[in-house]
């Protein structure tokens, strides 16, 4: 029997249009555009308005993915959305996005992996094709944490974006291109490092129990910097090993954009030079799940990303979890 490879045919992206700036955030907590760019490398984000949601960015970029793949909504299998800021606790968001695209054939749930949502989602996509069971799905990777900081806590309120990305994976047996390689790791041991306590079942909103317990996101940011090192440079290890091949093999590394001291020091570790390390987190922020097809759209639209291409891609978020995936793209 011949190998089914989950091979990328179309990659969409959503995003808001309102721009926030680091000049226009000094304006509403203590900050400046020099701290911010300096700390994180990022210079502007974007942000949702009240009507724009995790649904509505997901479905502008599933919509661009299905076009550029040339495959019906129809012809989809499954939709899976990778994200943790859903438009509600449930449906699934991935049901907003199959109903909204008419995918009338297709399965569909959410994933939650925070900022490595996408890798996971793409991990389980690519297995689910390569075992057969599937033929076409749509993998969303979206985040709307703008509606879920506190906008008065400077030290996270300034690292934040809106934005969605989204692949279309198709089971093709005349090919070596498709994800080639996955890493997924976990330590719910560093669960308190990043947190949305309020609004599931063990603090639900506005119950006695919500208390004085923040409905806000929470974040140690300098535990998650150490962690974010560590696991970026130790997720892309694991992959190349097991992949047999050394980062010299890389065409492209699409890192999770969370802060670009972390990018660079992920690469300054596999000794990848700047041309073949993506970066667009100074016009984004952190997009979470949204971040890594978000720059997979934008290096392939660029010309950076070409069929054929070895794509590595790392992520990293709250749980704690990380991961990565090799894709000949
Ligand atoms: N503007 C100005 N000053 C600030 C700001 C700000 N926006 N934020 C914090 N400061 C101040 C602090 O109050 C502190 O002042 P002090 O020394 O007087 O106490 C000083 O700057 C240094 O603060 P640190 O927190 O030590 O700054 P650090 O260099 O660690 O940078 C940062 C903070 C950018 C958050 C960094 O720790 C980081 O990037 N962490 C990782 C974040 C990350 O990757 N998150 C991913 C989340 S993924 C997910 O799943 C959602």
Same mark, same amino acid.
């Given at each position: 029997m011949k190998t089914i490879h989950a091979v990328v045919e179309g990659i969409g992206h959503g995003i808001p249009s309102k721009v926030l700036t680091n000049d226009d955030l000094s304006k509403i907590v203590d900050t400046n555009d020099e701290w911010i760019a300096q700390r994180t490398g990022i210079r502007e984000r974007r942000i949702c308005t009240e009507d724009e949601t995790a649904s509505t960015l997901g479905v502008i970029a599933a919509r661009e993915a299905l076009d550029h793949a040339g495959?019906?909504? !129809?012809?989809?299998?499954m939709v899976i959305c990778a994200t943790v800021s859903g438009d509600m606790p449930f449906p699934s968001t991935s049901c907003l996005i199959q109903d909204a695209i008419g995918a009338s054939k297709a399965g569909a749930f959410d994933l939650g992996a925070a900022c490595a949502g996408f890798i996971y989602a793409t991990a389980t996509a690519s297995a689910m094709i390569e075992a057969g069971q599937v033929r076409n799905v749509l993998v969303v990777g979206v985040d709307v944490l703008s509606k879920f900081? !506190?906008?008065?806590?400077r030290s996270t309120c300034v690292l934040f974006g809106d934005g969605a990305g989204a692949i279309v994976l198709h089971g093709r047996t005349?090919?070596?291109?498709?994800?080639l390689k996955t890493v997924m790791l976990s330590d719910g041991?560093?669960? /308190?490092?990043?947190?949305?306590?309020?609004?599931?079942?063990k603090y639900p909103m506005?119950?006695?129990?919500?208390?004085?317990?923040?409905h806000h996101i929470f974040m140690a940011g300098r535990e998650v910097y150490r962690f974010a090192v560590t696991a970026m440079g130790d997720a892309c290890c694991r992959l190349l090993d097991q992949a047999g091949i050394?980062? /010299?093999?890389? !065409?492209l590394f699409v890192p999770h954009q969370a802060n670009l001291r972390i990018i660079e020091s992920a690469a300054k570790r596999l000794e990848l030079p700047p041309e073949k390390v993506f970066v667009n987190v100074d016009r984004f922020g952190n997009t979470s799940a949204g971040s890594i097809p978000l720059g997979l759209y934008e290096a392939e639209r660029d010309g950076r990303l070409k069929p054929g291409m070895v794509v590595m891609t790392v992520g990293f978020g709250a749980g704690l979890v990380w991961g990565a995936n090799l894709i000949r793209w």
């Open positions: 495959i019906a909504p !129809d012809d989809l299998d900081v !506190d906008w008065t806590d005349d090919t070596d291109r498709g994800v041991g560093g669960a /308190e490092h990043i947190k949305l306590e309020v609004g599931g079942s506005c119950s006695p129990r919500h208390g004085d317990h923040s050394t980062a /010299e093999d890389i !065409d």
